[in-house]
């Protein structure tokens, strides 16, 4: 069975961009053999701009978290709902990893090239 990872990484301000990088991190977890848990997806079914919508997308992403395995995070900001996943594995013990921009280049090449 493959290692549950949990994607951490902005959502709010730039949606539509931040949705196409979690995608790059997905791709990178598969990449290195682990199933990717990633709760920006319901970005495409909730409005993150209504309060309740976004809470409800928060709290569902938040019940993956006692499933996994280990928390990944991704990219060069901690935003306030990332502290919150960050704070809630460091209370049940989960583990946390940093994944740096390079890394993610390194295993995927030139994402651009894909395009």
Known sequence: MLKKVYICSPL???????????KLYAK??????????VPHFYALCLNDDD??????GVAAGL????FCDELWV????????????IRFCENLKIPIKY????KIFNKLGDVNDEK
Do not use: H
């Not at 990178?28 to 848990?37: D, E, F, M, S």
């Not at 994944?99 to 390079?102: D, G, T």
């Open 12 to 22: 709010g301000g730039n949606i539509s961009v931040n949705l196409e990088k979690a």
């Open 28 to 37: 990178y977890a598969l990449k290195c053999g682990t199933a990717p848990v």
């Open 74 to 85: 991704f990219g060069d900001e901690i935003t306030r709902g990332m502290q919150s996943e």
């Open 99 to 102: 994944i740096k921009e390079n």
């Open 51 to 56: 309060p309740r919508e976004r809470e409800l």
């Open 63 to 66: 019940s993956l978290l006692w």
